[in-house]
Structures are given as C-alpha cells and as structure tokens.
C-alpha cells in the first residue's frame, strides 16, 4: 500500500514541514470520493477554498471552508471526520439506493446524516446475511474494496451436502476455476452440521460478485445460507441483531484508521488513547469483539490466519 501519512520518512529534506493536509485527502475523508477523483475534481475547477480556486498541491488548515458538489465543509470540524457504521443485514434486503422493483433497501435503515451521504463498502446478495460496513470517507471505502488491497472477508456457509476432502484441498490450494478466473480460498474450516446440510467458515480476500456461491455451485454443492462475519478487522457483532447498526466510536474509528494506514502518527496516538462509546446499547464486551485481535497488523501485511483442514 502506498501510503504518504505511515510516519516512516522516506527521504528527509532540511526544509519546513508545509503546514496543514492535502486538500484531496481532507475531501475523500469528508466523503466527498477517492484522493484521485478530488484531484479531478480540483483540476477541473470544481473546488474552492475560501471562496478562491483551488489548486493541485494545495494544503487546507482548521477553520478552511472548502466548497465542492454543493457541499460545503469546514476544516477541522468534528463532522468531518470519518465515520464507520455496522450494520447486520439480513435476507430480504438490497444494498442499494436504486431498484427498479423497489424492495426494501438497507440504506432505508440507516441514522439520517446532515451534508455527508453512507458509503457502502462492497455488498451483500439479496439473499446473503450478516455484516455490512458503511463510512462517511471515500478514502475508508477505497482502502476496504479496491482488490490490491487484498482485505479479508470472512462467511458462514451452510451447503446442501458435504465436501470430500479431495475437494477441500483443491479450494484451498489449487482453487476452483469460474468463468471469471480461479477463485482460492484463503481458510476452510469444517463446521459440522446435522442431516443434508452442512456449515463451514470460509475466508477469501476478494469480492467478485456471488462469488462463494458460484464456487460451491461449480462443487456441486448449493448454498443454502451465507452469512458474512467479518470484514478486515472488523467482526460481526455477536449482540448486534438483525436489522440494527452500531456506529464505531472514535478509538474504534482511529484502529482501524490505522490498520488502513490513512491516519497521521499525531491523530493516531489521540484516536487510540480516546474513549471509545457505543452506540447501539451494547455491553463492553460485545463492543470489544468489534474488531478483530491486531494479529492483522495492516490492510496491505500478511495475515497470520491459519488453514484448517
């Protein structure tokens, strides 16, 4: 992952730090889009800073109002900063603003927000379960989806059948081959189960569209239930039923912040030391199991998750 803000210097200069951060980065965290788009956006005259024309390279500070898109932000404001939003989803619902057949969508049970907008980070079949991330920054969202990232997603799948270990084996290191490409899972454990259907944990770390259900298919082996429970290192809630949302508080927000490699050394050490508050009634321990133990050390570093077979 290319990072600018890691806080490992690559190159030191004897020349002042130039104060402030980018204006693309303060826009994407402000959920405006990517730093690549802002950076369109900039060129193309589409910004201003204090009622001047902003321009590539240029640094924003507190109290800076930065008007794009119909949107007005100013720098520094607590609402700017990024939000992270849980959401147990379940069958039934669609993750989209727009269908043509006007079933109930998940962004329909979402708190209402002033000047900013949900981004959803990756989706969830109609008929799929469990968890959804949404966030207020561009820059979250991308960092979570782009498939050079490699994020881990973890599920729950209940199958009509059961797998032979020669199909185990060659999910886990020969890969089933769909009509996109080779899908390889990156765990696959055997949770049991009780007459024709069966459980097991599976962990992939990309997002094709269906994808854990087209590769049982290709075994021959429908799917029957699919839940996801973890996204990166953020977990499924255990109390978090059906249909609530939990927002992240801001040590919860500044971990995975820092997973993601976004935050500066300064907000870091300030995000990671502040309170973290539910928001959804839950206990402090229900809330601790949010995220995921720190054996993940970053988006872009190896896992130290296991294979079971």
Same mark, same amino acid.
């Given at each position: 992952?290319? !990072?600018? *803000? @890691?806080?490992?210097?690559?190159?030191?200069?004897?020349?002042?730090?130039?104060?402030? /951060?980018?204006?693309?980065?303060?826009?994407?965290?402000?959920?405006?889009?990517?730093?690549?788009?802002?950076?369109?956006?900039?060129?193309?005259?589409?910004?201003?800073?204090?009622?001047?024309?902003?321009? =590539?390279?240029?640094?924003?500070?507190?109290?800076?109002?930065?008007?794009?898109?119909?949107?007005?932000?100013?720098? +520094?404001?607590?609402?700017?900063?990024?939000?992270?939003?849980?959401?147990?989803?379940?069958? #039934?619902?669609?993750?989209?603003?727009? *269908?043509?057949?006007?079933?109930? @969508?998940?962004?329909?049970?979402?708190?209402?927000?002033?000047?900013?907008?949900?981004?959803?980070?990756?989706? =969830?079949?109609?008929?799929?379960?469990?968890?959804?991330?949404?966030?207020?920054?561009?820059?979250? &969202?991308?960092? $979570?989806?782009?498939?050079?990232?490699?994020?881990?997603? /973890?599920? &729950?799948?209940?199958?009509?059948?059961?797998? %032979?270990? &020669?199909?185990?084996?060659?999910?886990?290191? *020969?890969?089933?081959?769909?009509?996109? +490409?080779?899908?390889?899972?990156?765990?696959?454990? *055997?949770?049991?189960?009780?007459?024709? !259907?069966?459980?097991?944990?599976?962990?992939?770390?990309? #997002?094709? !569209?269906?994808?854990?259900?087209?590769?049982?298919?290709?075994? +021959?082996?429908?799917?029957?239930?699919?839940?996801?429970?973890?996204? #990166?290192?953020?977990?499924?809630?255990?109390?978090?039923?059906?249909?609530?949302?939990?927002?992240?508080?801001?040590?919860?927000? +500044?971990?995975?912040?820092?997973?993601?490699?976004?935050? @500066?050394?300064?907000?870091?050490?300030? $995000?990671? !030391? @502040?309170?973290?508050?539910?928001?959804?009634?839950?206990?402090?321990? &229900?809330?601790?199991?949010?995220?995921?133990?720190?054996?993940?050390?970053?988006?872009?570093?190896?896992?130290?998750? #296991? %294979?079971?077979?």
């Amino acid at each position: 992952m290319n !990072n600018e *803000d @890691s806080g490992t210097p690559i190159e030191v200069q004897v020349s002042e730090k130039q104060p402030g /951060e980018k204006l693309q980065k303060v826009m994407a965290q402000a959920g405006y889009g990517s730093r690549r788009t802002m950076e369109e956006w900039i060129a193309s005259g589409r910004v201003s800073v204090n009622g001047n024309p902003a321009n =590539l390279g240029m640094r924003v500070v507190a109290g800076d109002l930065v008007k794009a898109g119909g949107r007005t932000i100013r720098v +520094g404001e607590r609402d700017n900063k990024p939000r992270i939003l849980l959401y147990h989803k379940p069958e #039934g619902e669609i993750v989209s603003r727009d *269908d043509p057949e006007k079933r109930v @969508s998940v962004f329909d049970k979402l708190p209402k927000l002033r000047g900013q907008k949900w981004i959803a980070i990756g989706r =969830l079949d109609f008929n799929t379960s469990g968890l959804l991330i949404f966030t207020t920054s561009g820059e979250v &969202a991308n960092r $979570l989806m782009h498939p050079r990232f490699e994020v881990e997603r /973890e599920y &729950a799948v209940r199958v009509q059948g059961t797998m %032979t270990e &020669a199909q185990m084996n060659t999910m886990i290191k *020969d890969g089933v081959m769909l009509e996109d +490409g080779t899908v390889r899972f990156e765990k696959l454990e *055997d949770e049991g189960g009780e007459g024709f !259907n069966h459980w097991y944990r599976v962990m992939l770390k990309e #997002g094709r !569209n269906r994808v854990v259900r087209r590769t049982f298919d290709e075994l +021959g082996l429908p799917v029957s239930r699919l839940m996801r429970v973890r996204f #990166g290192i953020i977990n499924l809630p255990p109390r978090l039923k059906r249909g609530m949302s939990a927002e992240l508080g801001e040590g919860e927000v +500044g971990q995975v912040l820092s997973w993601l490699e976004l935050d @500066s050394i300064e907000s870091q050490r300030s $995000l990671l !030391n @502040s309170e973290v508050q539910g928001k959804a009634g839950m206990s402090k321990h &229900a809330r601790k199991s949010m995220l995921k133990p720190s054996s993940v050390r970053s988006a872009r570093g190896k896992s130290k998750t #296991g %294979t079971k077979r």
